[in-house]
């Protein structure tokens, strides 16, 4: 008998479903499971004296323990969960479960120490449902618009990010190597390969020892680059394109889901988003919110800035989304390209969705002395970027591009607060396990 998820149960049909015991319920001539998999829940009704052996089997299960009823389901007025019930001629036990060592009024550490039992919940679920298909409608957009997947090494000889915020290899074969903090040297090389557009989803790391609710030490992202550009203006008219189009077909998909466990509309992008430069930015949040960016930050937005102009711009354009652009050049990376007539500034933006920076974004130095000179500026010898500027010497298209953290997207959407929550396994400062 072939098995079927809980979601595609039909009335009167036999059948096979699976999953784990959610509830026990036992009374006089009746036991009651509440079976759970996938796709949902359903009630398992027993009578006692008609199914003796049924019900043996039942007695020996506990919560969160693996089974598998034979029967069939049928419609039932007195049922909550979905009007249906199942009537079980036959169980099987693949595993009885031991007591529990987490539930849900345990702390977020312990929750984290047992991630597979703490992802058991419906909610927990969807959360890598939609996770599925945000990666899957953006691989659709790129396919439909003529983007070719890289897939670039996670292994380097090459810092990204010319900083001390890497895992450096203890011995690659005698040679000094490092963990890739994001594949962003690589994917500007395939522009001078004459890939034209190119992605990649991948895995990323960063030895960065913060314990905020923002940051982690390996980390998923979308990563995009493209040729021949004008300005970052592209960039973030690329980068508004294709969040459209995953947002409108992942809520098409989930959207009634999502209302229905998180009891709100699920955003998406039905207007231009909003572009403001940060220098705006400070002004606004100083004028209108009364609220003044730390100097140690200036050259950037902290948590508190970012939460108040998102909400700004959420009233006054009805937007969960804002561009915040032109960051000062020397708070940017090397390969970021400057104005020509304000080089203190350069083409780079961020893009914060409801309260959190999940975007960063720019058009690049694509000028074989000037991105030499921009290394050196930074405070890099060129001699140690060698192999990165030997990629720009022999022809580079004017290009750009951004990465997207999934999970701080998720968190986002979900208006979660941290980005464990939606981490299958987080990695952090003091998280190495499961």
């Known amino acids: 008998m072939k098995r079927t998820y809980i979601k595609h149960l039909q009335p009167g049909k036999k059948c096979e479903i699976a999953g784990w015991v959610e509830k026990i319920r036992e009374q006089k001539t009746m036991m009651f499971v509440v079976l759970r998999d996938v796709t949902g829940a359903i009630q398992v009704t027993i009578e006692k004296e008609k199914l003796p052996e049924v019900t043996a089997e039942v007695k020996k299960m506990t919560r969160h323990s693996f089974v598998r009823f034979y ?45 597979w039992i703490d992802l058991r919940d419906e909610k927990k679920i969807l959360y890598f449902k939609i996770q599925t298909a945000f990666e899957r409608y953006a691989v659709e957009y790129f396919t439909k618009h003529g983007y070719i997947s890289i897939h670039t090494p996670k292994i380097t000889a090459l810092s990204s990010e010319g900083g001390s915020e890497v895992f450096e290899l203890k011995d690659y074969f005698g040679q000094k190597a490092y963990l890739t903090q994001s594949p962003q040297l690589y994917k500007q090389m395939s522009m001078m390969a004459g890939f034209d557009k190119t992605y990649e989803i991948g895995e990323y790391f960063r030895a960065n020892p913060s314990f905020t609710s923002r940051h982690d030490t390996e980390f998923t992202g979308i990563d995009v680059e493209i040729s021949f550009i004008k300005s970052h203006h592209d960039v973030m008219d690329a980068e508004e394109e294709l969040l459209k189009y995953i947002l409108h077909h992942v809520k098409a998909e989930f959207g009634e889901e999502y209302y229905e466990k998180c009891g709100k509309v699920m955003p998406e992008i039905e207007k231009p988003i909003p572009r403001i430069t940060l220098k705006e930015t400070y002004e ?23 939460k108040l102009i998102c909400e700004y711009v959420k009233e006054k354009f009805g937007s969960d989304f804002v561009f915040i652009t032109d960051f000062p050049t020397e708070a940017r990376a090397f390969y970021t390209m400057k104005y020509e007539k304000t080089p203190e500034i350069c083409k780079s933006y961020d893009l914060l969705f409801k309260g959190l920076e999940i975007t960063s974004g720019a058009q690049r130095e694509h000028r074989y002395e000037q991105l030499k000179e921009r290394i050196r500026e930074s405070g890099i010898d060129p001699e140690h970027m060698k192999e990165y500027l030997g990629f720009f010497k022999y022809g580079a298209p004017a290009h750009g591009g951004f990465a997207i953290g999934i999970t701080r997207t998720l968190a986002s959407l979900f208006e979660l607060p941290s980005v464990k929550d939606v981490t299958f396994l987080f990695r952090g400062p003091g998280r190495l396990t499961p």
């Open 71 to 115: 029967g069939t389901a049928q419609k039932s007025a007195y049922v909550k969960m979905g009007g249906m019930e199942f009537l079980p001629t036959e169980v099987e036990i693949d595993s009885i479960a031991g007591e529990l060592p987490i539930d849900s009024e345990s702390g977020k550490d312990l929750k984290m120490d047992y991630r």
């Open 284 to 306: 606004i949040l100083e004028k209108e919110m009364g609220y003044k960016v730390p100097r140690e930050l200036s050259g950037d937005l902290d948590p508190q800035g970012e």
